[in-house]
């Protein structure tokens, strides 16, 4: 039927739908254009290692997840400020210098979150950590609270109560003959003090085999594997592999312990009436006491922070553990320092950590930060929402950026040719005001930085203390580093165990 022949209703709609169909097909048209001419920019004008047409540098050899981190250290040597990765044919952009960093930590062109977090949706949420704009502030407001030097400082008996554990397991295996499994015994202290801690939940993990923690150990592999798998990132792919009914298993079981868990506590408020945020006892009491003019957290915000916490907790303060001691372990000399440093402190008194012992044992602290600054590999991700001018470079708005802590602090600009050499005075005074701040940042920094980050260091100062009171290391098996969202060795290492016999 000819269009003039058509009631004109029937024009009229006709007309509007077509004219919505050419409006739609030409914002396709100018946001494919934009995004063209933003790849071919960064495809022309930064640097990077020339990609594979298809692959780009996933497959590259040796690839960036090689035992050893090679590929990471070498690559600051030969592009000093930043260099594109290129994900297929996705380029991100690797910041590994502090004048690289700042403008992102401390300004308002890197606030957003990549999309790198959407990888967790399911299983975290929506946390402060993953989230953007009004939500994140308020979210952060009402956590801070959580985790004030008061509410930090009470944690410290707890601590020492799981320490004692950890003493009494690297004992019996001293007797017994036996060497000590490093990264499986630093994971399962980790995993007890975050579970005790944020909601007074006793695992037996140190002990033995936790369900919970093999959820969390599980879920945190698959999104290890989804980040390396180009394919794996879109959830249409994702949901139809065999991955995703383990994922939805263990989130299931996480998710009912956790609700499970917030229930009662309110329940337990309801009884007991508790009001004051000073009577927390958890980080779950605080957060569920925390208020401002809207009021407080859900349980559902509460479960997501939590379990945002445990995740985030466990992983990278195991991984700390694990490099201090490995680190102390082939360097009898630090050892031995930080043993008297923990002598001193003890000569008189009973061996439980104090508040103010924290800040009694700066040598260890310095042991504390440089084996950071050697092992930490957490990198945010940010959007950039207004370009970024780097070295006389531009990167354009809408390119995801990496925060490369590990090459940032290999960088042989900032920290010399010796970089992979463990040299503790790296952070004496003299040399820490001499330094770039955004030269070392193992907690990130500026507005986002972790929130976490005392009470992992609180738990790092506790356990250091209370180990090597008790114990020397002897390195009897080494291995190579690998990526698992943080650094972990590749097959575990093992320690001799040499109880101290002090005068």
Partial sequence: MALWNLAPVSVLVLSVLFSFLGYRCLLCMIAVWTEVKRIVHIRRTLPGAPPHWLFG?????????????????NTPK??????????????????????????????SVGTVKSEVYRLFDEWLGQPMATTDGNLWKRHRRLITNSFHFNVLKSHIPKMNQIADTLISVISQRGVAGELLELHKTTSAFSSDV??????????????????????????????????????????????????????????????????????DR?????????????????????????????????????????????????????????????????????QTKVQEEIDELFQDRDPEVRSEDLHRTPFLMKCVKESQRMYSFVSPGRLLTEPLVVDGLTVPAGTELTLFTYQLHHNPDVWGDDHMTFRPSRFDRQNVEGRDPFAFIPFSAGARNCIAQQFALQE???AMIRIFDKFCFTLVRDSKPVLRVVSVPEDEILLGIHPRSKK
């Avoid at 540098?57 to 250290?73: A, D, I, K, M, S």
């Avoid at 210098?97 to 930590?105: D, K, T």
């Fill in 194 to 263: 975050i579970l005790q801690c944020a909601f007074s939940y006793e695992s037996g993990c140190q002990e033995g085999v936790s369900e919970y923690m093999k959820s969390v150990s599980t879920l945190a592999g698959i999104v290890m594997k989804r980040s390396l798998s180009p394919h794996l990132t879109y959830d249409f792919i994702f949901r139809r592999s065999s991955l995703y009914k383990s994922w939805r298993k263990e989130i299931d079981v996480l998710h009912r312990l956790q609700e499970k868990l917030i229930s």
């Fill in 78 to 107: 030969t592009y000093r400020r930043l260099h594109v990765f290129w994900a297929g044919w996705k380029p991100i952009v690797v910041l590994n210098h502090p004048e690289s960093v700042r403008n992102v930590l401390n300004g």
């Fill in 460 to 462: 790092i100062q506790v």
């Fill in 266 to 334: 309110r329940e337990q408020h309801r009884q007991t009436g508790c009001t004051e945020f000073s009577k927390g006892k958890d980080i779950l009491d605080t957060l569920m006491l925390a208020k401002d003019t809207e009021g407080g957290l859900t349980d559902r915000e509460m479960r997501d922070e939590i379990n945002s916490f445990v995740f985030a907790g466990i992983d990278t303060t195991s991984s700390a553990l694990t490099w201090l001691l490995y680190l102390l372990a082939t360097h009898p000399e630090y």
């Fill in 57 to 73: 540098n996933v497959l590259q050899e040796p690839g960036p997840v090689t035992p050893g981190f090679e590929w990471h250290r």
